[in-house]
């Protein structure tokens, strides 16, 4: 079991940038898939980015592609979210999650949650 704590949200105006940070307890870390997650007002949650126990593979919405960027620190139990050229669109509340597995980017299939990070957008 891992507990994990988002932080690095704020208030970026349209084209700037954000980076989130997901800190994780526990010694079992580096086994698990990370994702990303958001829930913008009135919206589902939905899949944002996703990087695998290495590292060494990651998978990105659409919606995101190009303009964020996954990447993981096992040896400081963190993972990160790195956004640019952010839109109005991106405001939403921002999600870590923990999955052993890969094949999915369900959230359902996420077994651990973290608090979420708020993003505000402004144009």
């Known amino acids: 079991q891992i507990q994990l704590v988002e932080s690095g949200g704020g208030l970026v105006q349209v084209g700037g940038s954000l980076r989130l940070s997901c800190a994780a307890s526990g010694r079992t870390f580096s086994t698990y898939t990370m994702g990303w997650f958001r829930r913008a007002p009135g919206k589902e949650r939905e899949f944002v980015a996703k990087?695998?126990?290495?590292?060494?593979?990651?998978y990105y919405a659409d919606s995101v592609k190009g303009r964020f960027t996954i990447s993981r620190d096992n040896a400081k139990n963190t993972v990160y979210l790195q956004m640019n050229s952010l839109k109005p669109e991106d405001t939403a509340v921002y999600y870590c999650?923990?999955?052993?597995?890969?094949?999915?980017?369900?959230?359902?299939?996420?077994?651990?949650w973290g608090q979420g990070t708020q993003v505000t957008v402004s144009s």
């Open positions: 999650a923990a999955d052993h597995g890969w094949l999915t980017s369900d959230y359902r299939a996420y077994d651990y």
């Open positions: 990087i695998s126990w290495s590292g060494g593979r990651v």
